[in-house]
């Protein structure tokens, strides 16, 4: 078995979760001896011992968070509700399990995660917060809106990003508050939440980032107008590709465009107007986006990078 396991490819190892789920109990006691044995590919291991979705799991996964503890709790959240007590008690102190707590603890959670948010740690704190946004509660939605003034930079982010992931329209004025904050990732956030929340509002809010002063709230506006294939960003993007000489916002640009082009309810004259733009880029230095612009060409670019 040993031999095996050195043998495997990552994507086998990875599987190995799933094989022992159909008798997690042998699964978990052999996942468990590799790991005591000091096998290579520790982390793997870890994630298979999630993959069973076996409680038994649980107590090994547990004695690893001070040694691995992204993987350790990533696994515990895998195994599901049966795993919210390991990762209550160790969210005091890792913020991978103050925001694992949050992912399965649901509505109970949010009591623990309101102490958390104030906590010594700001790690903690801000993965708390991250925490409340999968609680798809009413409370952690007016607790995010009532602690957004209360934190700044990548807190006031995760309050954002929460308050997006929740989904409630009570949290338009905050977020409308932090289109403009000073932090790029707040305002950032905030695009993305009223493209969860109010598609219109958000495509109104993409134009207006696309003039932003900060290079990345520019970029990430730009892949957010991919996403909604939205042609009021024509101009703008447009305005980009002619002026612009900053290539990750170029990026960004030609997926938008690419997306844009094949939306059905583009007017003839805009898609005339978004394949000049792909041409060009199309012949740009940098292979990415040469790419996207080529794929825009062809009607074939069904993704993209954030």
Known sequence: MQKQFY?????????????????????????????QSGVDGRKILLEALGETGSAKAIPVLEQYLDSNTWEAA???VAIGPASAEVLKEKSII??????????????????HLAKLIHNPSSEVARYALLGLGYSQSDEANQLLIEQY?????????????????LGKKSSIPVIKE????????VRIAAIYAFMNIDRTV???????KLKDSEPIVVRDAAWSAGHLATPKALPSLIYLVNESK?????????????????NPQIS?????????????????????????????????NVGGRM
Request: with cysteine; proline share 2%.
């Open 268 to 300: 003839s004259e805009d898609q005339a107007k978004c394949r000049k733009a792909l041409l060009k880029l199309s012949r740009h230095e940098w292979h990415e986006i040469r790419t996207h612009a080529e794929n825009g060409l062809k009607g074939t």
């Open 7 to 35: 043998t495997m490819s990552a994507y086998g190892r990875k599987s190995i979760g799933n094989i022992y789920a159909l008798w997690s109990e042998q699964g978990v006691k052999s996942l468990s001896a590799l790991l």
């Open 74 to 76: 990533r696994a515990l």
């Open 202 to 208: 958000g495509e109104n809010l993409i134009v207006e």
């Open 94 to 111: 890792y913020h991978d399990c103050a925001l694992g707590y949050g992912k399965v603890s649901g509505t109970r959670g949010v009591e």
């Open 246 to 262: 900053d290539k990750y916002i170029l990026r960004a640009v030609a997926f938008a465009l690419s997306k844009i082009i094949a």
């Open 178 to 185: 932090a289109i403009n904050d000073d932090f790029p990732g």
């Open 149 to 165: 003034p209360h934190f700044k930079g990548m807190a006031r982010q995760a309050v954002i990003s929460s308050l997006s992931r």
